[in-house]
Structures are given as C-alpha cells and as structure tokens.
C-alpha cells in the first residue's frame, strides 16, 4: 500500500517522512506542530497556497488558493469537517490535473527539494 498525508496528500516515501500517526491514517512532517499534534486547517490550506505558488510558475493566490482547497477537501483528515479555509471556490479539474502536471514536471526536473 502507497501511504500518503491525510492531511496535505504528500507521498510518504520514507519512513522518516511519517512524523504522526493518526486515527484516519499518516501525518507528514509538515502537517504536525511542534507537539506533534496535527496543525489547524488554516495552517495547512496556507502552506498549500505557498507551496503552490512557490512551486508553479504562473499560479496567482486565486489559483492557488483554489488549487489547496479541492486538494484538501479530497482527504480524509478533512472530511465532514466544518472549516472556514475550506469554504469557496475550488479548482476545477483542468486547472487542478495542469498545475499538478506541472508540479511533477519541477519534481522530476529536480527543482522542487520534497
Ligand atoms: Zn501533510
């Protein structure tokens, strides 16, 4: 079985990758607080707005934002959650398979540390 971040949707490669274990399933090392306790959907949905943005060329905060939230509103940690951060647009399928096609490019370009 593939693990993945119920949280952000990261690949856990390594065990090291794994920094919590959860009810619902794995937590990486970027989505847990320094208590090791999962961080607040605001917290996340930012650090996906940034990672995006950081990580893509030619994706605005719109986008972005739009991006992290269908993004996050597919995994189980957030599930029937009732979160502000979750609440509006969403990427549509087009705009969310582009940017993470041009997400694997950078990664497999080398250009993106994960
Ligand atoms: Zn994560």
């Known amino acids: 079985m593939e693990n993945y971040c119920i949280s952000c949707g990261m690949h856990l490669q ?28 605001q917290e996340v949905f930012e650090g996906g707005v940034h990672f995006f943005m950081n990580s893509v060329s030619d994706i605005d905060r719109d986008l972005a934002e739009r991006i992290t939230r269908k ?32 997400l694997n490019q950078e990664i497999e370009a080398g250009n993106i540390e994960m």
């Open 14 to 41: 390594n065990e090291e990758d794994i920094a919590a274990k959860h009810e619902k399933g794995f937590l990486c090392k970027f989505c847990v607080n320094e208590e090791g306790n999962p961080k607040s959907c």
């Open 71 to 102: 993004n996050m509103k597919s995994l189980p940690l957030w599930q029937g959650v009732d979160e502000d951060c979750l609440k509006g647009e969403t990427a549509t399928e087009e705009e969310f398979k582009s940017a993470l096609d041009k």
